[in-house]
Nanobody, 126 residues
């Protein structure tokens, strides 16, 4: 199983970025994929998650209305569209899976996550 995150970079406040997580080595459309982030000096937190059907995605409160998660099962890729970025969104972003259909096993037990991408740095600064 491999997860490859990309799309990070430096953006000004109010700007946008789209992160991608390309997966291989498992039946992609059968499993939930989550995005986590870790800011300097802070704990890793779950930002968003798409279950296997892509319905009713999860978002942490601080990104609701600004971030959108989507998945293209034909390309084995999950995206995180981030709009209206704020300096507090600065972090290393990771995609992850535990090979469950639902998001709850990733969100409730992140310490038990089997597979992580390598992380992509998002810096929001003027």
């Amino acid at each position: 199983v491999q997860l490859q995150a990309s799309g990070g970079g430096l953006v000004q406040p109010g700007g946008s970025l789209r992160l991608s997580c390309a997966a291989s080595g498992f039946t992609f459309d059968a499993y939930a994929i989550a995005w986590f982030r870790q800011a300097p000096g802070k704990e890793r937190e779950a930002v968003s998650c798409s279950n296997s059907g892509g319905l009713n995605p999860y978002y942490i409160d601080s990104v609701k209305g600004r971030f959108t998660i989507s998945r293209d099962d034909a390309k084995n890729t999950v995206y995180l569209q981030m709009n209206s970025l704020k300096p507090e969104d600065t972090a290393v972003y990771y995609c992850a899976t535990r090979r469950f259909r639902a998001c709850s096993p990733l969100l409730r037990f992140p310490h038990a996550i089997d597979y992580w991408g390598q992380g992509t740095l998002v810096t929001v600064s003027s």
